[in-house]
């Protein structure tokens, strides 16, 4: 009886009913956005080495070190001489060492140089190597060839075949074409790292490349190293960090990342608390929704009292009407949720070649919903009382 | 043993002025099972409280009312409530449709909070009143006197042994109002229903074989209110 009551309601104030279920759709589909790409995005990139579990740089920021040799984000903090990269490659700790020489770019695509062992021997996740699109392969060191990261590639439109001419430093203003011709000889599977948005070419290409200088031409931005066991990283972190020299040696990559969010912890805190502002309004918008048409509905529910029905009866239908109205909003929250998202995670992805996958549990597709219903239903509750207390005897007399 | 039995009944309202005025009060008034009976009552003589008295929608200052073996003024509201809804059938002067639900959902509503609803009794009620092809009309969609069908068919809805009809056929024309009346004290003679009709229309309570005068049983003075 009383879930008939309610739909009839609803139905009778379709219009509000939408209305007030939009405010709450739009809530609750910011709450979840902002629930999900928050937690999403702090466990991915914390996750993010790319196989890697240090890199070591020169002399400042491991952050920013991190920022530009796995995500190519962010400027390079400055180079490395070649004995240091020699020095650690033959460290007995050091698994893999994968040199970086970072600092030109295509139509705004990072240039990263380095050696044909990245895309042959690093594992970029446990199992899984680096593997080429048909008719790709990979680069070959002393050529004028390159291997594109798949959304790069996507983007840029480029297949097998294509060539281009490499441009001075990250961004296509200021700085100058090179002469250097590349041709594109591989495009890499997608791996969702920041491998993706990079376009890869033999590391004396970048070192050497015309216009860059000579002096420089043997030292290296970065270099990603795979360690043999994890207290080794320990170990190169006192060696290295501690003895304050000209380089920096960033371990753990992850704890590193984790540090970044840990700034920007605030703008998180700041959208959390609009989101939940925004649910409170909504909750607000069905009190009052419900509460000013309660006095057009004093009528049916004297009527309904007069039919039998008890106060808990019309108490019940009015908080249930808000609850429903509540649980219809945050299911129309998911529709919200999933364009927002996904609008989110294309942006990401394009700037930091992470890919978030919004539709993965999360524990907000629960809490959510059963949030924002129970924040409606509470919104239900006063005019819920003004129902209770509707004086039937004299609200059903007829109007003289 | 009667159906319905009211001794030493009062109730009083807050008067404007401060003090309370008094509105009904009745010493000794009876109905049997399956009576049709009229109450003569101008407008504000407390017909209507007393009534609702009956119904249980409001609760005496003191005095007992006896219906169906049921003491209804120790009952706590929510008995009340549940006395009214399997045992009394209402009529309004204005109908009290609710205008957001269809004629069957309207009709089923009379008997959703007592003996349940039950859609063949719904439509075979509506059948009767001439309303068959009306089910999934609102109110809106219908006549005074169609509207009027529709509330009779609500009250009878729980199959009461009391219906209580307050002037009826005030909102319709004459020949809406002697065919509703007509209506109404058939259907309640088919299903055993007694029928305590209160009107001030005279043509309305010539039809009735027992008719009183409201004012003569209830000794508190008569002023302005229903």
Known sequence: ??????????????????????????????????????????????????????????????????????????????????????????????????????????????????VEALFNDIEYVPGKRYAFAAGGRNFKLGSQEAVVGSYAAQQLGWKVGRTFHPHHGLSEEGGHEHEENYIVVGVLEPTNTPVDRVIWIPLEGVQTMSGHNPLAATELSAVLIQLRAPTAGLMLNNQINAAGGKLTFAYPIGSIVAELFNKISWFDKVLTLLAWLVAVVAAGSVLVSIYNSMSARARDIAILRALGARRRTVFGAVVGEAAVIGALGSALGFVVFGILAATVATIIRAQAGVVLEPWQWNTVFAWGPAVFTGLCLLGGVVPAIKAYRVPVAETIAPVA | MSLLQVTHLLKSYPAPGGGVQQVVNVPAFALGAGEQLALRGESGSGKTTFLNLIAGILAPDSGSIRLADQELTTLGEARRDRLRAGTIGYIFQTFNLLQGHTVLENVLLGMAFGPGANRPRAAALLQRMGLADKHDHYPRQLSTGQQQRV??????ANQPKLVLADEPTGNLDRRNAREALQLIRETCRESGAALLLVSHDERVLAQFEQMQDFTHFNRAPTGAIA
């Open chain 2, 151 to 156: 509330a009779v068919a609500r009250a009878l």
């Open chain 1, 1 to 114: 009886m009383l879930w008939n009551l309610i739909y009839r309601s609803l139905r009778q104030h379709a219009l509000s009913t939408l209305v007030t279920a939009g405010s709450i759709a739009l809530a609750s589909g910011l709450l979840m956005t902002v629930w999900v790409v928050k937690t999403q995005s702090q466990a991915v990139f914390a996750a993010t080495n790319s196989g890697f579990d240090a890199v070591l740089g020169a002399r400042g920021s491991k952050l920013q070190l991190v920022l530009n040799a796995i995500f190519h984000l962010e400027a390079s903090p400055g180079n490395i001489a070649a004995t240091d990269f020699e020095q650690i490659r033959r460290h007995r700790a050091v698994k893999a060492a994968i040199p970086l020489a970072l600092g030109d770019s295509h139509e705004g695509w990072r240039i990263a140089g380095t």
